[in-house]
């Protein structure tokens, strides 16, 4: 009986623990939004370049990797919305700052929804938010591959963004990689601090960090 009670409150504590994560929210239900930056050489090293990506045959550094409306725990996605989603058209607008059309496509399904917005609207939000954020052009000189500290990112953002503070930004890292930068937004699209559950910056002093080729 005893080892039930403690199964039963262990389970418990994890279920606190956990970040709410579940499917088919109402859209326009959130707190934040999270602009997702990923940078291409480590996408496509990872992924992309298994799947033929077009995106990998291009010179792109930091691209959106998408706008996620946020908790101040956990996240809401594929949310019930009377929305119609996106035209062909309307996805490829967004491949010169996303990579291809395609990624347009997935984030409009799964975080787009959640925005309680049209997917002109969102697409167009997203657009700003991402024009809104100065990237260090220093990482697209680089002429070969380095490994770094992961807060060397986080610097570098921070100063080219006039008051973006630490814990306004995350940066996370995949296989020892830098992965990409995630910068916390108002509905506004003005700074603020991020979530428990997004401000885990990645701790790496020698992460790989890759030239765009």
């Not at 910068?183 to 991020?194: A, V």
Request: aromatic share 8%; glycine share 6%.
């Amino acid at each position: 009986m005893r080892k039930r009670i403690v199964s039963a409150l262990l389970g418990l504590v994890l279920l606190i623990a956990s970040p709410a994560m579940a499917e088919g929210e109402r859209a326009g239900d959130f707190d934040y939004y999270v602009l997702s930056l990923s940078w291409s050489p480590t996408w496509c090293a990872l992924e992309g370049e298994a799947r033929n990506s077009p995106q990998c045959d291009r010179d792109l550094g930091w691209v959106l990797h998408g706008l996620w409306p946020q908790y101040e725990r956990g996240y809401p996605s594929y949310c019930n919305t009377t929305a119609r989603d996106p035209s062909k058209r309307e996805t490829a607008t967004m491949e010169d700052i996303m990579g291809t059309d395609g990624a347009a496509w997935y984030q409009w399904k799964k975080h787009g929804r959640c925005a309680g917005l049209s997917p002109q609207q969102y697409l167009e939000t997203a657009r700003e938010a991402y024009a809104k954020i100065t990237r260090p052009e220093v990482f697209r000189k680089l002429t070969k591959d380095v490994k770094l500290p992961a807060a060397l990112i986080e610097e570098a953002f921070m100063t080219e963004n006039a008051g973006l503070d630490k814990n306004e930004i995350t940066v996370t890292c995949k296989d020892r990689r830098i992965q990409e930068v995630r910068i916390c937004l108002t509905k506004d699209l003005e700074p603020r601090t991020c979530g428990a559950d997004v401000i885990r910056d990645c701790t790496l002093d020698d992460a790989l960090f890759e030239a765009i080729e």
